[in-house]
């Protein structure tokens, strides 16, 4: 028997879906200890399913290992000390390294869990509490390819362009690189049910993964020549006669110069170059081009590369010649990895970025913000880097302090050997966290913050659809809401009179405004609204405006309402293989864990299901290199060194290599993956790493030469 002691309304802190539950906490009364359930809640997105890290999720909230009070480092300890205190010492030494080496002395390093609220605040905290220039985010090494490449092409970045439900109108979807069935399970129904329709499905994956096998048809491509697929499917799309001229000649611009440029490429050469037989390109662009309705879905294994950017806009290109955008079962998708990964890049956590979308360099944009926040344009700072590119300055010294909310910089970015020696260097290291991540670890002050079942705010999902998750119990300990240590940070700095907020609800007042007339346009959207219809899609320009479901029926919101072509080069990939580094290693993520692990791997029952990291390898690659299965392996670049445990697998391309990313130290992949950066968006290339490997505790030949013993 069993007493409920509580029910606790929220939604799960991990993907992009944001699924809806209730938590129920109950009293054995027999044994006397508290127990919980959790099931999903019908809502529009999930439609009440939660995989297994949502239903587990309550475990790291409610976990031992929770920061509960702030500690600051003396004597070399990091040691309890009150608020007070340590909010006192933060505004102190900002204020000291500040006059001593400038404003941008100090930056700030957010996050894509993080609410739209907070998300907003840490942007303007950096502008006018701090003056920094120097403000990026996680979220970076996220969406930033598909956003700049949707920005580019259709004027606008949405993650989807059309809800979740018209999937199953798509007679042919697309794929590409994205692993839903491991990364946002809850989704694989919509496509499971477009299959029961008829519909034809085309996976683009190096990996024969969950996702692969429910595929119609599988282009198991070679890392890093995504661009150069799409060139073949666009090609064969032409030479079939499958181009809707109609809609190309009413609704783009830039079509002639894609044709010529397409025109002299050669489908053999594609075929060699990727990988995927000449054949099979021709039968997806067939499939695709002659269906009535199609989709197109991208993630992270087409887009974090040098040329992720090129890339999107390649299968932007592809969607606009055939038409298939703008109507029931058509459209474009980038599969937003975090939680709040499309909230998140909205309102200003990007070093170039202002609220609702607007651009700091831009004078009417500056105007607006300035305006809204009550300062003089010219107050405002100008742009600073991406979020690797801070790394580089911090490594360089030219950063002495830095302020991290909600990430875990060590573990997330390329060439982690660099990142971490420079966030050693730096000369104060403030880092707000639930639990004592690899980077906190590092601190000189850690404030413990609360998790998504302790604070009220909104989030964004894939679709676009703002969705408001309130607080369902108290913080354990001191933990504080993260916008709430920004308000108190800000007051300490003089510049409390801009930050005061009594609730999150009157930040997203606040947030509503400042996204007026802009790009993601949130200004219709209420709290009350939120209470009474679930969720509201943005752009929602009045509190009467029913929420834009499905974008560009009529126009883009481009000069002319055209979207633009561009011709994409099939550029050689940034890392080549080599002698000395023979192998492409690529990386993503597993069903149990999410992001660097720092909640799943203090979720007992998640971290049950993966204990450690491990290298996904061909058999007969193994042999080659003498690597038996479930052995310790050591992993080269020319960046650093991991070690990862062997698993076997026939799925996986023969010349390539997998490895998970949410484990640190020396499981850590991102010790050995490339900071090549890509030149528009600045996404780094973690897919494509050239890596040399042999059985643990062996050495590599000194010559450069890599030698087979």
């Not at 919980?36 to 290992?65: D, F, M, T, W």
């Not at 783009?252 to 050669?266: A, N, P, R, Y």
């Not at 910089?409 to 000369?427: F, H």
Request: aromatic share 8%; with cysteine; charged share 25%.
């Amino acid at each position: 028997m069993t007493q409920t002691l509580t029910k606790m309304i929220t939604q799960c802190p991990f993907c992009s879906v944001q699924c809806k539950m209730e938590v129920e906490e109950k009293r054995d009364e027999l044994t006397g200890k508290t127990v919980y359930s959790v099931e999903g809640i019908p809502n529009a997105a999930s439609e009440g399913r939660l995989c297994v890290k949502g239903k587990n999720s309550y475990q790291h909230a409610l976990s031992r290992e929770r920061l509960t009070h702030p500690m600051m480092r003396k004597n070399g300890v990091l040691t309890r000390v009150s608020w007070e205190e340590a909010l006192d010492s933060i505004a102190t030494r900002f204020r000291s390294i500040q006059a001593a080496h400038g404003a941008d002395a100090v930056c700030l390093y957010g996050g894509g869990s993080l609410t739209n609220e907070t998300a907003y605040l840490l942007g303007k905290f950096a502008r006018i509490g701090l003056g920094t220039r120097y403000i990026d985010y996680n979220g970076r090494f996220c969406m930033s390819a598909a956003a700049s490449a949707g920005v580019k092409a259709f004027g606008i970045d949405r993650g989807l362009t059309n809800q979740l439900a018209d999937i199953a109108l798509a007679e042919v979807i697309i794929l590409a690189g994205t692993n839903i069935s491991e990364c946002q399970p809850t989704m694989m129904p919509y496509f499971t049910r477009a299959k029961e329709n008829g519909a034809f499905i085309i996976v683009i994956d190096p990996r024969v993964t969950g996702t692969a096998e429910m595929a119609d048809l599988h282009l198991q491509v070679k890392p890093g020549t995504d661009a150069a697929l799409v060139n073949g499917l666009i090609k064969a799309v032409f030479d079939e006669g499958l181009v809707d001229r109609r809609f190309v000649e009413n609704r783009t611009k830039g079509f002639e110069e894609l044709k010529s440029h397409i025109d002299k490429l050669d489908l053999d050469a594609i075929a060699e170059l990727t990988g995927v037989d000449k054949e099979l390109i021709v039968k997806a662009a067939m499939a695709y081009g002659r269906a009535k309705t199609g989709m197109v879905f991208t993630a992270r294994g087409v887009e974090q590369h040098a040329d992720g950017h090129m890339t999107v806009r390649n299968f932007i290109n592809l969607v606009l010649a055939t038409g298939k955008i703008g109507k029931p079962g058509c459209g474009y998708g980038a599969v937003t990895g975090q939680g709040n990964g499309q909230g998140g890049r909205e309102h200003g956590q990007k070093a170039d970025q202002l609220p609702g979308y607007r651009l700091i360099e831009n004078e009417q944009d500056r105007a607006y913000i300035a305006s809204v926040w009550g300062v003089k344009p010219e107050e405002l700072p100008g742009k600073g880097v991406s979020a690797y590119e801070m790394m580089e300055v911090i490594h360089r010294k030219e950063i002495k302090s830095m302020f991290v909310m909600g990430s875990n910089p060590i573990m997330s970015n390329p060439n982690a050997g660099l990142v971490e020696e420079g966030i050693k260097g730096l000369d104060y290291l403030v880092v707000a966290d639930m639990f004592m991540s690899e980077t906190a670890v590092l601190a000189d002050v850690v404030l413990p913050v609360t998790a998504y079942i302790e604070n009220t705010g909104t989030l964004t999902n894939l679709e676009g659809r703002v969705l408001l998750r309130e607080a369902a119990r108290p913080a354990p300990g001191e933990a504080r809401d993260d916008w709430h240590i920004l308000c108190e940070l800000a007051n300490r700095l003089g510049r409390g009179t801009y930050f005061k907020f009594e609730d999150s609800e009157q930040i997203f007042n606040e947030l509503r405004v400042a996204s007026r007339g802009g790009v993601a346009d949130y200004y219709g959207i209420t709290y009350d609204r939120l209470r009474k219809e679930e969720g509201v899609y943005w752009p929602c320009p009045s509190t009467d405006h029913p929420g834009a479901k499905r974008l560009f029926e009529q126009s883009f919101p481009q000069p002319e309402g055209r979207a633009l072509f561009i011709p994409v080069v099939s550029e050689p990939v940034a890392e080549e293989v080599s002698a000395q580094y023979p192998l492409v290693l690529t990386n993503g993520r597993v069903l149990a864990h999410y992001l660097t692990g720092v909640q799943t791997r203090r979720s007992p029952m998640l971290a049950a299901k993966d204990i450690e990291n491990f290298m996904e390898i061909h058999p007969e690659t193994a042999a080659k290199y003498r690597i038996e299965d479930d052995s310790l392996v050591t992993i080269r670049s020319p960046r650093g060194t991991t070690i990862v445990r062997s698993k076997f697998s026939k799925s996986i391309r023969k010349d390539t290599l997998f490895v998970p990313m949410h484990w640190g130290d020396v499981q850590n992949v991102n010790n050995v993956t490339s900071p090549a950066l890509d030149p528009v968006c600045r996404m780094p290339d973690f897919k494509v790493s050239a890596v040399q490997i042999e059985p643990f505790g062996e050495d590599f030949e000194e010559e450069g030469e890599y030698a087979i013993r």
